[in-house]
T-cell receptor, first 115, second 113 residues
Framework: AQSVAQPEDQVNVAEGNPLTVKCTYS??????LFWYVQYPNRGLQFLLK??????LVKGSYGFEAEFNKSQTSFHLKKPSALVSDSALYFC?????????????FGAGTRLFVKA | ETGVTQTPRHLVMGMTNKKSLKCEQH?????MYWYKQSAKKPLELMFV???????ENNSVPSRFSPECPNSSHLFLHLHTLQPEDSALYLC????????????FGEGSRLTVL
């Protein structure tokens, strides 16, 4: 069965410092991996995805993520955090051979960026 | 209007009421979804429609009844809900099931008294 783990409920970082939000996954085949962000009282917004190819994918707002097959990880990164990056971040996985239309989400990691 | 639009944004209902949540997508997508977001829980997939046919139904209680009259509209009909059904209900759409990311509406915040 497919699953996603976000080991940190909260990440705190100072503005201007690099940030990392961790994600590990478990699927039976080759996964499709996604990151979404949710601001207060809003729906989720797509940030980036890994389908195939280059392990480093770049997305919206300067975010990037690295797919690591051996570690089954897909950590979200940004070189220099902004206060406006403070939000709830969700990692998600889809396992095309078995998952069909199911996108499974992690529990979310709250990012606080301090000025 | 663009994207995915959900109405109402907020809904308060009693346990004996009947109400509906509406979702409309203007993206030309062919799949639509209902997710439930409760505090401190992962998003729960409730229903998926592809080309107006239900393709996923994740053991959701019958007091929730989805309807997809066409590829642009999705409804969630609510009847005799329980207080534990209070949550943010998110609608999403995608182009197909494989590589397409989900586009979410802003959600309908439901409170059941």
């Amino acid at each position: 069965a497919q699953s996603v783990a976000q080991p940190e409920d909260q990440v705190n970082v100072a503005e201007g410092n690099p940030l990392t939000v961790k994600c590990t996954y478990s699927v039976s085949g080759n996964p499709y991996l996604f990151w979404y962000v949710q601001y207060p009282n809003r729906g989720l917004q797509f940030l980036l995805k890994y389908i195939t190819g280059d392990n480093l994918v770049k997305g919206s707002y300067g975010f990037e993520a690295e797919f690591n097959k051996s570690q089954t990880s897909f950590h979200l990164k940004k070189p220099s955090a902004l206060v406006s990056d403070s939000a709830l971040y969700f990692c998600a996985v889809r396992d095309p051979p078995t998952g069909g239309f199911k996108t499974i989400f992690g529990a979310g990691t709250r990012l606080f960026v301090k000025a | 209007e663009t994207g995915v639009t959900q109405t109402p944004r907020h809904l308060v209902m009693g346990m004996t009421n009947k109400k509906s949540l509406k979702c409309e997508q203007h993206l030309g997508h062919n799949a639509m979804y209902w997710y439930k977001q409760s505090a401190k829980k992962p998003l729960e997939l409730m229903f998926v429609y592809s080309l107006e046919e239900r393709v996923e139904n994740n053991s959701v209680p019958s007091r929730f009844s989805p309807e997809c009259p066409n590829s642009s509209h999705l409804f969630l009909h609510l009847h005799t809900l329980q207080p534990e059904d209070s949550a943010l209900y998110l609608c999403a759409s995608s182009q197909g099931a494989s590589t397409g990311e989900l586009f979410f509406g802003e959600g309908s915040r439901l409170t059941v008294l």
